[in-house]
T-cell receptor
Framework: DAKTTQPPSMDCAEGRAANLPCNHS???????VYWYRQIHSQGPQYIIH???NNETNEMASLIITEDRKSSTLILPHATLRDTAVYYC????????????FGKGTRLHILP | EPEVTQTPSHQVTQMGQEVILRCVPI?????FYWYRQILGQKVEFLVS????????KSEIFDDQFSVERPDGSNFTLKIRSTKLEDSAMYFC????????????FGQGTRLTVV
């Protein structure tokens, strides 16, 4: 089973920042937090990952709490194309660790 | 940006027939995966493959399923005798062993068993 808890759905106005929360209270020291998204029925797309420091790339920012029990994915200026299901996943990818998808958060970007 | 390629994009097959789904992972990647997604449901792990052998498989991956890396570039999923409930999107993924440790997914093959 997935080791994360996410709200089933969220709405965000176009142009605003979308903040997607994730709880992972049982995360272990070797596990990273990964975020993927799935637009319609396309293949999941990697967004960002982190261990304990906050991370930023061209797509998003990842804020991880100091105790690592929760994190927030931030899409700084959401567009309609960001409408998708967003998955928060914890995994020790230093090993041959599979990705286990939960139900994710269905993000609706409203025009 | 490198990508994982899957063929065909859509396959329709009769119940009881064998199907082979094909994937070309990103070159130099060492870990390979198959996932499936039944319509309206979550993405489910089927099998992981490393060093020319299965490293882990789920309960879904029973004796009807097999995987192969026949020529060092392709990675295939075979379903020997398809059932109606095998209808789903099947996603292939690959991952590097170092550096970029996230997985790249293909666009999927939609399998319809009739």
């Amino acid at each position: 089973d997935a080791k994360t808890t996410q709200p089933p759905s969220m709405d965000c106005a176009e142009g605003r920042a979308a903040n997607l929360p994730c709880n992972h209270s049982t995360i272990s020291g070797n596990e990273y937090v990964y975020w993927y998204r799935q637009i319609h029925s396309q293949g999941p797309q990697y967004i960002i990952h982190g261990l304990k420091n906050n991370e930023t790339n061209e797509m998003a920012s990842l804020i991880i709490t100091e105790d690592r029990k929760s994190s927030t994915l931030i899409l700084p200026h959401a567009t309609l194309r960001d409408t998708a299901v967003y998955y928060c996943i914890v995994s020790d990818m230093n090993r041959d660790d599979k990705i286990i998808f939960g139900k994710g958060t269905r993000l609706h970007i409203l025009p | 940006e490198p990508e994982v390629t899957q063929t065909p994009s859509h396959q329709v097959t009769q119940m009881g027939q064998e199907v082979i789904l094909r994937c070309v992972p990103i070159s130099n990647h060492l870990y390979f995966y198959w996932y499936r997604q039944i319509l309206g449901q979550k993405v489910e792990f089927l099998v992981s493959f490393y060093n020319n052998e299965i490293s882990e498989k789920s309960e879904i991956f029973d004796d009807q399923f097999s995987v192969e890396r026949p020529d060092g570039s392709n990675f295939t999923l075979k379903i020997r005798s398809t059932k109606l409930e095998d209808s789903a999107m099947y996603f292939c993924a690959s991952r590097d062993s170092r550096g970029r440790r996230w997985a790249f997914f293909g666009q999927g093959t939609r399998l319809t068993v009739v």
